[in-house]
């Protein structure tokens, strides 16, 4: 008599061991960074504070020290060397208590720069808890795999199987919305930082939505867009007046500074001749009495008149530095406003990727395994190389990088074994 069994192997114990190391010490090669890398640029003469960036689409990170600069592709050193090479041609100026301006230079030596994140690993397929995890040197598939809640073909299949379209369709409308608003988003920021009054209106030619959708997004976008840029060129405006005024004050209250140094020089002439006459005695006292107040009287106004040309000329100066601080403190919000709505619209991007594949027929596995399945392995890393993104085919233990999708991939195979009874 014999009987059939039926057994279901889902592979060996997973372990981790990371190691402090680039993300290819042992892929061969410096690492290179890229869109999403997170670099954290320091100088001494600024003590503790740093500055973080992370890297944009078009390889370039926005620095207020200056603007957008090119480090996609470069290793960590060759940003270290970048940077020495730009930051000593620029000054730091800095404010003293007592409204004085302290110019810093930076010398190479002040410059330390590293890697603060890099892009993270995302695992998808037939894991328990597929997503994204913050990149780690030095880990490997088996490792990610693990962190993900490990192999899962009950779960990712019956999940794919069983989920109502109508959710999923929900879902991922929801999320191009989400998407369409950072998108508009992202071009009211470069509008804004270009001192444009309007941007291109037209939706992303993917946007699966009607075109109504993204015509309100716009134009709320459009609408915001004047409005900002009104206040913004109103208050520019004001400072800009007020700038002029008081420079205009300064010019007539110098020339009545002048006009009035000239009468003080007349009267002190006239109380000289006056004290000689008197000397001689051909002059009463009073009229000594009145040249000396005459000389009291225009030194007053002249001294009075000096005082206000120095506050008008103070004023002028604070009407410019707020007008060039209004300038810069709108950069450089919009430009981390820029950064973040950018990385948004990656995270976005990749959602709804991940849930347009749970909405195309899958025609893989079933839901559930049958008596007898044995499933096998396929583990798959579409990494970007160059120029053009290409599908591993790898080992639980290689290494990932960077930005690596990670496909997990349980085929059901018929697996019968008669055993004697």
Same mark, same amino acid.
């Given at each position: 008599?014999?009987?059939?069994?039926?057994?279901?192997?889902?592979?060996?114990?997973?372990?981790?061991?990371?190691?402090?190391?680039?993300?290819?010490?042992?892929?061969?090669? &410096?690492?290179?960074?890229? &869109?999403?890398?997170?670099?954290?640029?320091?100088?001494?003469?600024?003590?503790? +504070?740093?500055?973080?960036?992370?890297?944009?689409?078009?390889?370039?990170?926005?620095?207020?020290?200056?603007?957008?600069?090119?480090?996609?592709?470069?290793?960590?050193?060759?940003?270290? =060397?970048?940077?020495?090479? /730009?930051?000593?041609?620029?000054?730091?100026?800095?404010?003293?208590?007592?409204?004085?301006?302290?110019?810093?230079?930076?010398? &190479?030596?002040?410059?330390?720069?590293?890697?603060?994140?890099?892009?993270?690993?995302?695992?998808?397929?037939?894991?328990?808890?597929?997503?994204? +995890?913050?990149?780690?040197?030095?880990?490997?598939?088996?490792? %990610?795999?693990?962190?993900?809640?490990?192999?899962?073909?009950?779960?990712?299949?019956?999940?794919?199987?069983?989920?109502? &379209?109508?959710?999923?369709?929900?879902?991922?409308?929801?999320?191009?919305?989400?998407?369409?608003?950072?998108?508009?988003?992202?071009?009211?920021?470069?509008?804004?930082?270009?001192?444009?009054?309007?941007?291109?209106?037209?939706?992303?030619?993917?946007?699966?939505?009607?075109?109504?959708?993204?015509? =309100?997004?716009?134009?709320?976008?459009?609408?915001?867009? !004047?409005?900002? +840029?009104?206040?913004?060129?109103?208050?520019?405006?004001?400072?800009?007046?007020?700038?002029?005024?008081?420079?205009?004050? %300064?010019?007539?209250?110098?020339?009545?500074?002048?006009?009035?140094? !000239?009468?003080?020089?007349?009267?002190?002439?006239?109380?000289?001749?006056?004290?000689?006459?008197?000397?001689?005695?051909?002059?009463?006292?009073?009229?000594?009495?009145?040249?000396?107040?005459?000389?009291?009287?225009?030194?007053?106004?002249?001294?009075?008149? =000096?005082?206000?040309?120095?506050?008008?000329?103070?004023?002028?100066?604070?009407?410019?530095?707020?007008?060039?601080? /209004?300038?810069?403190?709108?950069?450089?919000?919009?430009? /981390?406003?820029?950064?973040?709505?950018?990385?948004?619209?990656?995270?976005?991007?990749?959602?709804?990727?991940?849930?347009?594949? !749970?909405?195309?027929?899958?025609?893989?596995?079933?839901?559930?395994?049958?008596?007898?399945? =044995?499933?096998?392995?396929?583990?798959?890393?579409?990494? !970007?190389?160059?120029?053009?993104?290409?599908? /591993?085919?790898?080992?639980?233990?290689?290494?990932?990088?960077?930005?690596?999708?990670?496909?997990?991939?349980?085929?059901?195979?018929?697996?019968?074994?008669?055993?004697?009874?």
């Amino acid at each position: 008599m014999t009987r059939i069994r039926y057994s279901l192997l889902l592979g060996a114990p997973l372990f981790c061991a990371c190691l402090a190391a680039s993300p290819s010490a042992r892929a061969g090669g &410096p690492y290179r960074l890229a &869109p999403g890398d997170t670099v954290e640029i320091g100088l001494a003469v600024l003590g503790d +504070q740093r500055q973080r960036a992370m890297i944009q689409a078009d390889g370039t990170i926005a620095l207020p020290w200056t603007g957008r600069v090119m480090v996609g592709g470069l290793t960590e050193a060759e940003l270290q =060397t970048r940077m020495e090479m /730009l930051l000593p041609n620029r000054t730091l100026r800095s404010r003293t208590p007592d409204g004085r301006e302290h110019i810093i230079g930076i010398r &190479p030596e002040d410059i330390f720069v590293s890697v603060a994140e890099f892009r993270p690993v995302y695992v998808t397929g037939d894991v328990l808890t597929p997503g994204q +995890q913050a990149y780690r040197p030095m880990t490997t598939v088996r490792q %990610v795999v693990t962190a993900a809640g490990g192999y899962s073909l009950l779960r990712s299949r019956a999940t794919q199987a069983g989920a109502d &379209p109508a959710d999923l369709r929900r879902d991922h409308d929801t999320l191009w919305t989400d998407y369409l608003r950072e998108y508009f988003r992202t071009l009211r920021l470069r509008a804004e930082l270009a001192d444009h009054d309007e941007f291109d209106l037209a939706p992303p030619r993917a946007s699966p939505l009607p075109p109504s959708v993204a015509e =309100t997004i716009a134009k709320a976008e459009l609408e915001s867009l !004047k409005v900002s +840029q009104a206040e913004f060129r109103l208050e520019s405006s004001y400072l800009a007046r007020a700038a002029r005024e008081t420079q205009e004050q %300064v010019v007539v209250l110098a020339r009545r500074e002048q006009e009035e140094g !000239k009468g003080v020089d007349a009267d002190t002439a006239e109380l000289e001749r006056v004290n000689r006459l008197f000397g001689g005695g051909t002059l009463v006292s009073q009229r000594v009495t009145d040249s000396r107040r005459a000389v009291l009287l225009s030194s007053s106004r002249r001294l009075e008149t =000096t005082v206000q040309l120095m506050r008008a000329r103070r004023q002028a100066d604070d009407y410019a530095r707020q007008l060039e601080r /209004l300038g810069n403190q709108r950069q450089n919000t919009l430009l /981390l406003q820029l950064r973040d709505a950018g990385a948004r619209l990656a995270e976005l991007a990749l959602r709804i990727q991940a849930v347009g594949e !749970k909405l195309r027929p899958s025609g893989g596995a079933p839901a559930v395994p049958s008596p007898g399945a =044995t499933p096998s392995i396929s583990l798959i890393v579409t990494r !970007k190389v160059g120029d053009q993104w290409q599908r /591993l085919t790898v080992a639980e233990d290689t290494d990932v990088l960077p930005g690596d999708v990670v496909e997990v991939v349980l085929r059901a195979e018929a697996s019968v074994a008669v055993v004697a009874n």
